[in-house]
Each structure stands twice: as structure tokens, then as C-alpha cells.
């Protein structure tokens, strides 16, 4: 959407926004009508907030005639849990045009967000040593950054530029902040500092249980991260789902569900089989009803999070991708980590990588098809890769736990404008040699990542111990945090936040400092290799933080 690069500063209305991309009335009632038609009383009907989703209960027996399918029991073969699904469905001609996808059919996988980061690769180091820029090779702390990107501490602290965080099923443990802040900041941060709290559907905070069974690493690193580049200016921390079982977290719908009424679904929940019911009927689940809205909109957002493309419906991602766009037309940067496992993806921590069937594209373990991520396929995303060179780091006591740069092209969605010549350049100057059994090569595919930062020895505290930390998951608050900056040198200067990134940065490569060496590996191939300019393993390279500033100083 190219349009979005000449309205940067004309950022739109969240009212604008919904009017903007609400159905058609000729959809709604196309649709209503076929199922009223079909035998489903008008009285059983409802829609969500937004107008997006209609929502019947019916038998299974009312869903096989509409939708011309069977339904079965399948049994997850690790946790033994049970799913009502179909191999396949449709629906009349007529309707299609009105309809991107119906739930529940072909739908398996409870998803949640993984984070992309590797706790046992942590490793431990005194707290208070190996800091300095001597040190940087083995633990990196605020003063490597600042060397290596090129910007200064932080001095100002505009109102409503907090940086905004999401966690999924992991919590900040808040008394390894003082540690931290006292060992690994500079200028020191306060002792008593701690991000501003949003609860979404029932998001907790941490205790030391849940620090003592591991579930804090990830947001330790996200949040020191961030406030060690950004400070004074402050963080928020969104605790995203109540995290009762596998299907309270979804993929990210209902963290947008809750910025945005208009995106939100019926009060009775979200689609089920891919995104959490609230009120969630698991015993101990959070029994308040779905938050439509109300949760407040950061300038910059940074996720370590992620899933994969060939898991999830294809409208699915469609759909989700227009509303990360909906958040950049109204001034909102959204960065994504891009994985840690190459060319290939896995379901989870500790799961195998898996690539995809050749023939159909379904996630498999013995699939030999490059199996790209989701949401940073979506072209409105910011996706961040990590390394000063592409990372191929290889676990060699437990392959399910190899770490290799993520990225790669998209099999949904198609290449942007802004891209255009980054990847055809690529592509033409640097053929992969592969085939269109193993990857996206129409040379028409959205390309990830777009940039680069850090990705290894990232210094961390988590219960009192410094470890120096590794994965994606590092390198998007760093990207996120230099964004922040830019934010406040603009902001201070009387303008307005930046919004969406992509096409800026991709006008000025001269920005990032290119990285040529390392490959991705997966799929039983040594995946793509970094080349001069724009690659699938490391983007346009590393930010130059003072060069980005005055680009977009320079801009309305």
C-alpha cells in the first residue's frame, strides 16, 4: 500500500479505520441470507462489534449440509487432546465472494504465540562483570549497543511515546529489575521503575513460581532491553491471555481485539479452535468476557513472537495483516522477531523444526518445502532478524533446539511495492538455486526479514542471575527501542510519530549497515545465503541510529 508512505504524517482516525474496512452491506446480507435460507433461524444469527464475523450455533449435522463436509474426532498425538474438524468444506458460488473462511472446519492446531528465544543456550555470568565495550564479545550491554547503532542515552520523555511490549504465557518476574537497572544500566535507572501493567483477558503478572518454572526469560529480555536504550522514556507490558491450556493464547487476534472494538468479535469469543474463548471455559481460566477495546495503543510496538504460515488459514493471515495495517495508518510502527529456525519453523520450544509437504503445503515433519513465519509474512510488519552476521548456531546436544536466522517468501502474500527492487535485485543478482518445490521463487513473494539487530549474549537478569541471552527475541526490542528514539527526536521537534517503517527504510538502505556473510539453514538444505543489499537472512542489515534520524527528521 504505497499510500501509506505519503500519508507517514496523516495518520488516520481509529473511526476512520473501521468505517473504512467494515463489510459491504451487500456481504452481510448475501450471507445472512444464504443461511436463513439454509434453515438457520434469523433469531440464532449475531455479528461482532465490527460487523466482520457472523456467528451461529447450530448441530454438526446443520454444519455438514452447509458447508457439504463430515465431520471427525482427531487426537493430537502429543498432548492426546481431541478436536471436531473436517479435511476439507465449501460453500455455494453464490456466497464465496462474500466469505473468506469458516470456523470450525479444517482447523487442527491450538496455536500459541512461540517466543523466539532459547533459555538453555542462556549463559551465566557474574552479576556487575563483563561490562564495557572490552566485554562486548562476551556479554552485550547498553554501551556495545550504543557503539554498534550509533545513538546516545536517552534524555527526554514526550507524553504517550511509552514503548509498548507483548508477552504471551511468560511474565516479568519485576525483582530482577533493581538488579539489572543497578549492574547493566547508564545513566542507572531508578530502582523502583517498572513498566506501566495491561491486563488483556486475563493477563497476570509474575510471582516466583512462575519465575522458578522458567516462564520469564523472554519478557526479562524484551523489557530490560527496551528500557536500557529508551530511558527515560517509559515501557508498557501487555499480558496477553490467561494462559490456562494451549488454546487461551491464540495468534495475537486478541491483543488487536483489545486495541481496536472494531476488530473484536461477539461478546461469546473469538473463532474457535484458533483463538481463545472468554469467557474461558477451562477450569481456572479467566471467566470475564472478551476485551473489546479500551486497551491503550502504543506508538511502537515489539513482539518476539511468532507462528507459522502454513498452519493457519490463509484468510486467517489475510485478515489479521489488514488490521497491523489499520495500526500503521494511524502512526503505529509494528516490529516482529522473524524466528529462529531458518528456512524451517517449529510449533513450539523444544519441537522439531518442521518444513512443509512440497505438493500442498501442510506443516510436516518430513516436509522439504522452506516453511515461512507468520505475522512477519504480513508486508505491514516490521520483521527483525538477529545478528552482526547471519546466525547459524547449531545446538549440538539437542537439534530440536538449533538456532539459525529466520527468513525467507511468503506463499500467501504477494511482494510490496516498497520491496520491489530490494528483491528483485536479490533474486536476480543472487539466484538461491532452488526450485518452486522448495520455496516461493515467482520473484512476486513478500520477502523477510526487512532489518537486523543483535541476536546473541544479550545481557539479561532473570532470578537474580545475569545470563547473556540469545535469539530473535533480542533483536526485535533493540530495533524497537531505536525506533522509540527516532519517535522522541521527532516528537520534539513538533512532529508526529513515524507509523509504518517499511517503506522508508527501504528507501534508504545507505541507513543499515549491510551484512554479506552467514546463511539460514533448514529443510535439509543450507537455506538462503547474505549477499550485498537486501537478502532473506538478514534484510537491509543493522540500523544506523544518527543517519535514520535525520531522514526522518527531514520528513513532514
Known amino acids: 500500500m504505497s499510500r501509506i508512505h505519503d500519508l507517514q504524517t496523516l495518520h488516520w482516525s481509529a473511526e476512520q479505520v473501521a468505517n473504512t474496512f467494515a463489510p459491504t452491506k451487500q456481504t452481510k446480507e448475501g450471507v445472512t441470507n444464504w443461511l436463513v435460507d439454509s434453515g438457520i433461524d434469523s433469531n440464532r444469527i449475531t455479528y461482532s462489534t465490527g460487523q466482520n464475523w457472523v456467528q451461529f450455533d447450530g448441530t454438526i449435522e446443520e454444519a455438514e449440509r452447509l458447508f457439504d463436509t463430515k465431520y471427525w474426532y482427531y487426537q493430537h498425538k502429543h498432548s492426546g487432546g481431541y478436536r471436531i474438524a473436517c479435511d476439507s468444506y465449501s460453500i455455494p458460488e453464490h456466497v ?24 538453555t543456550r542462556a549463559i551465566s555470568v557474574p552479576n556487575g562483570e563483563l561490562t564495557g565495550l572490552s566485554n562486548c564479545s562476551s556479554l552485550r550491554t547498553i554501551e556495545c549497543l550504543r557503539a554498534i547503532y550509533n545513538f546516545g542515552a ?4 514526550s507524553p504517550g511515546n511509552q514503548l509498548g511490549i507483548g508477552e504471551w504465557a511468560d511474565y516479568l518476574y519485576e525483582p530482577d529489575l533493581p538488579v539489572f537497572f543497578n549492574n547493566y ?3 542507572k535507572i531508578p530502582a523502583e521503575t517498572v513498566p506501566e501493567f495491561i491486563s488483556i483477558d486475563g493477563g497476570k503478572r509474575a510471582n516466583l513460581s512462575t519465575a522458578q518454572a522458567g516462564s520469564g526469560v523472554e519478557s526479562a529480555l524484551d523489557i530490560q532491553t527496551g528500557y536500557s536504550i529508551i530511558w527515560p522514556q517509559q515501557t508498557r507490558l501487555y499480558q496477553v491471555g490467561d494462559s490456562v491450556n494451549v488454546d487461551s493464547v491464540g495468534t495475537f487476534n486478541i491483543f488487536l481485539d483489545a486495541l481496536d472494538e472494531s476488530y473484536c468479535t461477539y461478546e461469546g469469543g473469538d473463532q474457535p479452535y484458533v483463538d481463545p474463548e472468554y469467557p474461558d471455559p477451562n477450569e481456572g481460566g479467566y471467566t470475564g468476557p472478551l476485551q473489546c477495546g479500551g486497551a491503550p495503543t502504543s506508538n511502537v510496538f515489539s513482539f518476539s513472537y511468532g507462528q507459522i504460515e502454513g498452519a493457519l488459514p490463509v484468510f486467517y493471515q489475510q485478515r489479521q495483516c489488514n488490521e497491523w495495517m489499520k495500526l500503521g495508518l494511524q502512526g503505529v510502527s509494528v516490529l516482529f522477531a522473524s524466528g529462529d529456525s531458518g528456512v524451517a519453523n517449529r510449533y513450539n520450544a523444544g519441537y522439531p523444526n518442521s518444513c512443509l509437504n512440497a505438493d500442498n503445503l501442510y506443516v510436516d515433519n518430513n ?22 552476521v547471519a546466525v547459524a548456531d547449531p545446538n549440538p546436544s539437542n537439534p530440536f533446539l538449533d538456532y539459525y536466522s529466520g527468513g525467507g517468501f511468503s506463499n500467501i502474500f504477494e511482494l510490496p511495492d516498497y520491496q520491489k527492487d530490494a528483491v528483485t535485485n536479490y533474486l536476480t543478482k543472487y539466484p538461491p538455486g532452488y526450485g518452486p518445490n522448495i520455496y516461493n521463487d515467482t520473484g512476486n513473494a513478500r520477502g523477510y526479514p526487512d532489518v537486523s539487530a543483535l541476536g546473541l549474549k544479550i545481557v539479561t537478569v532473570f532470578l ?27 516528537l520534539q521537534a513538533g512532529k508526529g510519530p513515524i507509523g509504518f517503517l517499511n517503506p522508508t527504510f527501504y528507501a534508504h538502505p545507505e541507513a543499515f549497515n549491510d551484512i554479506v556473510n552467514g546463511s ?8 538462503f545465503q547474505a549477499q550485498p543489499g537486501w537478502d532473506p537472512v538478514t534484510g537491509l542489515g543493522t540500523p544506523n541510529f544518527e543517519t535514520l534520524k535525520s531522514i526522518f527528521l527531514d520528513l513532514p
Do not use: K
Open 367 to 388: 516436509g522439504t518445502r522452506f516453511s515461512p513465519s507468520f505475522p512477519v509474512n504480513c508486508p505491514y510488519i516490521t520483521a527483525v532478524d538477529g545478528g552482526e
Open 96 to 119: 464465496r465472494e462474500h466469505v473468506d473462511f469458516a470456523m470450525p472446519t479444517i482447523q487442527l492446531d491450538g496455536l500459541r504465540p512461540v517466543a523466539n528465544i532459547d533459555p
Open 154 to 157: 536517552g534524555n527526554t520523555s
Open 520 to 527: 539460514n539453514p533448514g529443510c535439509y538444505t543450507q537455506g
Open 185 to 187: 544500566t547508564s545513566p
Open 464 to 490: 537474580n542471575r545475569t545470563l547473556a541471552v540469545g535469539g530473535t527475541s533480542a533483536s526485535a526490542p533493540i530495533v524497537a527501542g531505536i525506533v522509540t528514539l527516532l519517535n522522541e527526536a521527532r
